[in-house]
């Protein structure tokens, strides 16, 4: 069973910048794939980032590339969603979510099995 804890949440003005994290534990397998998803009042959860637990790819939703970036810190398993230049429609509660195996569909959210509780993100304009 893993546990993934998400945190850096809060509200920024339009143009700025967030970090949040997400904090596994448990059995980390090295095949996993860990992903971010967000949901929006009223929307339906969709995909944002993915990445391998091992090797560098990474994957994005049209809506944020050039503007967030995934990593991971294998040591500390943890995986990060760096966000720059946020704009107003990127308000939305954040997911960290995670499978330990390698999937094709990592964009799909029925694809993971483990999910996080969630951290709001507001952006004012």
């Known amino acids: 069973q893993v546990q993934l804890v998400e945190s850096g949440g809060e509200l920024v003005q339009a143009g700025g910048s967030l970090r949040l994290s997400c904090a596994a534990s448990?059995?980390?397998?090295?095949?996993?794939?860990m992903g971010w998803f967000r949901q929006a009042p009223g929307k339906e959860r969709e995909f944002v980032a993915a990445?391998?637990?091992?090797?560098?790819?990474?994957y994005y939703a049209d809506s944020v590339k050039g503007r967030f970036t995934i990593s991971r810190e294998n040591a500390k398993n943890t995986v990060y969603l760096q966000m720059n230049s946020l704009k107003p429609e990127d308000t939305a509660v954040y997911y960290c979510?995670?499978?330990?195996?390698?999937?094709?569909?990592?964009?799909?959210?029925?694809?993971?099995?483990?999910w996080g509780q969630g951290t709001q993100v507001t952006v004012s304009s």
């Open positions: 979510a995670g499978v330990p195996v390698y999937i094709g569909s990592y964009y799909y959210s029925g694809a993971y099995t483990y």
């Open positions: 448990g059995r980390i397998f090295s095949s996993s794939t």
């Open positions: 990445i391998r637990w091992t090797g560098g790819n990474a």
